[in-house]
């Protein structure tokens, strides 16, 4: 007997913030989302192949959403907004980089 088993598809987020108007605020002060369940920032975790993730964050007040980008394994882009879905095939992998910047104090 010879058993295939199919390969998770895995989702990298990580935080990148600016502090160019003073502010210091660390990536750790983000909480980044997978289909709504908190993840670790730069931490690989494993989704469901082949049925769509939703990629989000909780903001912070004092800071604005960006961008956020990245490609995957097989050439598939990040969501371009926050609450965006990606859909990835078995084995496939992603970093998806989400950017803030502080606001003028």
Known sequence: TITNNDLPANITLFKNVINDNGRNVQPTAFKLRIDGGLVQHNTSE????????????????????????????????????????????????????????????
Do not use: R, W
């Open 46 to 105: 494993e989704v469901t192949s082949n049925a769509p993730h939703a990629i989000n964050e909780d903001g912070h007040p004092q800071y604005s959403f960006v961008s956020m980008v990245g490609t995957s394994s097989y050439g598939k882009s990040c969501p371009a907004v926050l609450g965006g879905t990606i859909t990835l095939d078995e084995g496939e992998t992603i970093l998806c980089t989400i950017t803030n910047d502080d606001k003028p104090k």
